[in-house]
């Protein structure tokens, strides 16, 4: 049974730091694809980033680009954003998924395991 645990939500001011966490239990952690989402109010999930834990290969959407750095450590079967440099417009509930896509891509379509989300509210 795929489970996914995200934490590391908070209040931050514009210019901040936090680490987000997603913890996976399961599965086979190092044959699969995890991805970072993100749902603003008012606004749909979006792709924020992802890991394919089979090549090690990263992937960022363009807004976060040289802020934002996904990791994972595979011996806890974890995957980490760390994100800097924080805006007001990163404020959302940020979500962790899993899946084993062919192809890693940041789409919310194609993943079919979620964990809960973590709230990440950024102030100017």
Request: aromatic fraction near 12%; glycine fraction near 10%.
């Amino acid at each position: 049974d795929v489970q996914l645990q995200a934490s590391g939500g908070g209040l931050v001011q514009a210019g901040g730091s936090l680490r987000l966490s997603c913890a996976a239990s399961g599965f086979t952690f190092d044959d699969y694809v995890i991805g970072w989402f993100r749902q603003a109010p008012g606004k749909e999930r979006e792709g924020v980033s992802c890991i394919d834990n089979r090549d090690g290969r990263t992937f960022y959407v363009d807004s976060v680009k040289g802020r934002f750095t996904i990791s994972s450590d595979n011996a806890n079967n974890t995957v980490y954003l760390q994100m800097n440099s924080l805006k007001p417009e990163d404020t959302a509930v940020y979500y962790c998924a899993a899946d084993q896509i062919s192809v890693a891509v940041i789409l919310p379509e194609f993943y079919d395991h979620w964990g809960q989300g973590t709230l990440v509210t950024v102030s100017s």
